[in-house]
């Protein structure tokens, strides 16, 4: 690598305080991770290749699993590459669907992501028809010629041969 024998190294993307942040873990094999700087830290870890930090990261981020925010981590996990951390929001997003449907977080979900989760055969519901019922402020907001309906069809269709989880 060229950055080897080069005097200075400019390293982008990450802020100050964070590298400072993990140069002190090098040197004491501790550090905190918050609410604050989770979205920051793990991007940099991985940069720098400091896999224990970018896993205590992943462990951070699933204590905080909760139906307001399992979407947004579960993207953020998937931007990252973390793949045992999307795996395990995308499984709390479907064992907490009634509480997750009523979010901020599922609102602003594409309609390719809301057909994903609830055509999911792990999803748990007390009743299809409140699965059904999740995505019609999709269709009333997105539904242009008919286009968001049909694919919806599609979605129950496949939802009535599965068995749902009470």
Do not use: W
């Not at 970018?54 to 139906?67: G, I, K, V, Y």
């Not at 064992?95 to 390719?112: A, I, R």
Request: net charge negative; hydrophobic share 35%; charged share 20%.
């Amino acid at each position: 690598m060229s950055e080897s024998k080069a005097k200075k190294i400019e390293i982008k993307d990450v802020d100050g305080q964070t590298l400072s942040k993990l140069i002190d873990y090098i040197y004491t094999a501790e550090i905190e991770v918050t609410e604050e700087n989770v979205q920051v830290l793990l991007p940099a870890a991985s940069l720098l290749q400091l896999m224990d930090v970018r896993q205590n990261c992943c462990d951070f981020l699933q204590s905080q699993l909760h139906p307001t925010n399992c979407l947004g981590i579960r993207a953020f996990a998937d931007m990252h590459t973390c793949t045992d951390l999307l795996q395990q929001a995308n499984a709390y997003a479907e064992q907490h669907f009634p509480e997750v449907m009523l979010g901020e977080e599922f609102l602003s979900l594409s309609l390719d992501q809301v057909c994903s989760l609830i055509s999911s055969d792990k999803l748990t519901v007390s009743s299809e028809e409140k699965t059904r019922s999740s995505a019609l402020p999709i269709n009333i907001l997105s539904d242009a010629g008919g286009r968001v309906s049909n694919h919806l069809g599609q979605t129950h269709s496949k939802q009535r041969d599965r068995t749902l989880v009470f």
